[in-house]
């Protein structure tokens, strides 16, 4: 069974910074890994999707890598700023799933402080 | 374009009522899903469809019915409502499986 995690769960660090957030998987059979964030009380937003076959996608001050082999993916945010404080979830579709079942990591909850 | 929408954004019930939650995307996506989300526990996924006439279960279906009579909609039945239904609902769609899947904004729903 597909098991995902994120590390650390909680995060605090002074705007500006640049900072990594961590995500790994038990099964590297994975169709692609997709990247969110969620602010308190609302939705989650896709911010980035990562096809098995590529190794990196870019959107913004945002990157994200994929290393399927080592079963970890990275999301990069660069220059951190306030509104950036959110949780950010990673999750994958694996390939011997039907539909678009998503396993979910719990999160990393990401405080920008001014 | 309003993407995935869902309502109601909260709902309370008491034990043994039943009601819909609904859900609608207007990008004609053929994947849907529901999922719950509850603390410590995170996102897992109820039912899902992969086109208008075709279910099947998740990692928690107990207690929830589906159907998909069209693309544009997905229903959401809460049979028999219990306190451990108690969580934030959220549905989801995207064209296939090697697609960006998009969230409502979710129900939060309190059973009492």
């Known amino acids: 069974k597909q098991e995902v995690t994120q590390i650390p769960a909680a995060l605090s660090v002074p705007e500006g910074e640049n900072l990594v957030l961590n995500c790994s998987f038990t099964?590297?059979?994975?169709?692609?890994l997709q990247w969110f964030r969620q602010d308190p009380g609302k939705g989650l937003t896709s911010l980035l999707l990562?096809?098995?076959?590529?190794r990196e996608q870019t959107s913004g001050r945002l990157n994200a890598s994929l290393d399927k082999s080592s079963g970890r993916s990275t999301l990069y945010i660069a220059a951190s700023q306030p509104g950036d404080s959110a949780t950010y979830l990673c999750?994958?579709?694996?390939?011997?799933?039907?539909?678009?079942?998503?396993?979910f990591g719990e999160g990393t909850q990401l405080t920008v402080n001014p | 374009n309003a993407g995935v929408t869902q309502t109601p954004k909260f709902q309370v019930l008491k034990t043994g009522q039943s009601m819909t939650l609904q859900c609608a995307q207007d990008?004609?996506?053929?994947?849907m899903s529901w999922y719950r989300q509850d603390p410590g526990m995170g996102l897992r996924l109820i039912h899902y469809?992969?086109?208008?006439?075709?279910?099947d279960q998740g990692e928690v279906p107990n207690g929830y019915n589906v159907s998909r009579s069209t693309t544009e909609d997905f229903p959401l039945r809460l049979l028999s409502a219990a306190p451990s239904q108690t969580s934030v609902y959220f549905c989801?769609?995207?064209?296939?499986?090697?697609?960006?899947?998009?969230f409502g904004p979710g129900t939060r729903l309190t059973v009492t």
């Open positions: 989801a769609s995207s064209y296939s499986r090697r697609y960006e899947q998009y």
């Open positions: 099964d590297s059979a994975i169709y692609n």
């Open positions: 990562i096809q098995s076959s590529q």
């Open positions: 999750a994958v579709i694996g390939q011997e799933t039907s539909g678009s079942r998503l396993t």
């Open positions: 990008m004609n996506h053929e994947y």
């Open positions: 469809s992969v086109g208008a006439g075709i279910t």
